[in-house]
């Protein structure tokens, strides 16, 4: 699985590229105009990063967990359009060794909502790549056991704004409903005086409906 959160950003992103030098017409999308929704399941990835005692820790084990997100937006044109998201990704759990020879566990979770502009290519009557661009507003809770005084904690909470920005394929199966794929960067965030910071993304597959 890690090796497709490195290979997908770069196929969807080759797939925007050659799709736009090619600029090929494409018809079929006007019944997309207008309001859609759609709901994904996938998985998402929390990379932390540990400084322990001025010193980095080394992260020894990372457990990927489930995701989904439900979502909704106006698409204004063949183009263009706004999209808004709740997405929910499970715990990961994690170990990590320190210098001096100690190992800690966390977990790592995060919800929230997302705010994007989308821009839809068309490259088929069945098929579009579209890429949005925005902002997140996450709550991630973390958990650790470290122990150093400077460094220890039960539980944390941390609210983040942040910008994100995605990029997908979507293929459609009928006039109103299409399968979707997409990566997406949903922000950082710090706890413990930046004693932990945890970068997260998710890939997803889904449904979307066009009313």
Sequence with gaps: ????????????????MQAATAAAPAG?????????????????RMQPNFRMSDRLGRVS???????????????????????????HLNGARYDVEDQRGGTHQGKLSATGLTLHAVGFLPVSESFTLLGKVGLSA????????GRYSSHEYQEKKRFVTTPSFGIGAELKLTGQLAARV???YLGRAKFGSDSLKVRTDMISAGLRYAF
């Design 1 to 16: 699985m890690q090796l497709v959160f490195k290979v997908l950003p770069l196929v969807l992103a080759a797939g925007v």
């Design 28 to 44: 079929g999308a006007s019944s997309d105009i207008g309001v859609y929704m759609g709901a994904s399941i996938g998985q998402a």
């Design 61 to 87: 084990e990372q457990n990927k967990k489930m995701a989904f997100k439900i979502y909704g937006g106006y698409r204004f044109d063949e183009h263009v359009g706004v999209e808004g998201a709740f997405a």
């Design 138 to 145: 996450m709550q991630f809770k973390g958990s650790y056991d």
């Design 182 to 184: 997409e990566y997406e």
